[in-house]
């Protein structure tokens, strides 16, 4: 009979010991920080320099599918994207790392890209980012501002 007991006897005291042991930010000796210490540390460490909010939209030219964004050729076999982006002004094409060319802005920040036909689907991205210079070849796309994926689909 003892051994049935001490299976719930142990639980209990556990429970007991956690719950009278709780320590508060105001006792000597504490490692545990308030709230407001908490928000504190939290406003000391932000940068200044944090990268501002952009974003990046399509008017037309892409449909959204599983894959993300996919445009598709029109009669004559060309693309034609248009969009726009806020919170940013410079706006380039990148394909596996590489800046091939920065997409002219208007001053309402809308932008045009237009591609000759192509013989096979290719993904290209779409990045708002004013870091960037035409021909780098070092581009981490998980570090940019804003990134949009479009595949050119051949029919």
Do not use: H
Request: charged letters at 25%.
């Amino acid at each position: 009979m003892l051994k049935k007991l001490i299976g719930p006897l142990a639980v209990i005291s556990l429970s007991l010991f956690a719950c009278g042991n709780e320590e508060t930010s105001e006792s000597p000796g504490s490692t545990i920080a308030s709230p407001d210490e908490i928000m504190s540390q939290i406003i000391e460490g932000s940068s200044e320099d944090e990268r501002p909010s952009v974003s990046l939209d399509f008017n037309s030219g892409v449909e959204w599918t599983d894959e993300g964004y996919t445009s598709y050729p029109s009669e004559d076999n060309s693309y034609l994207v248009n969009g726009y982006i806020e919170g940013g002004d410079k706006l380039f094409l990148v394909q596996d790392g590489e800046v091939l060319e920065e997409i002219m802005l208007s001053e309402n920040l809308d932008f045009e890209y237009a591609m000759e036909p192509i013989s096979e689907t290719q993904v290209f991205y779409l990045v708002a980012d004013n870091r960037l210079k035409v021909g780098q070849t070092d581009v981490d796309l998980d570090e940019v501002d804003r990134v949009e994926k479009i595949t050119f689909a051949v029919e």
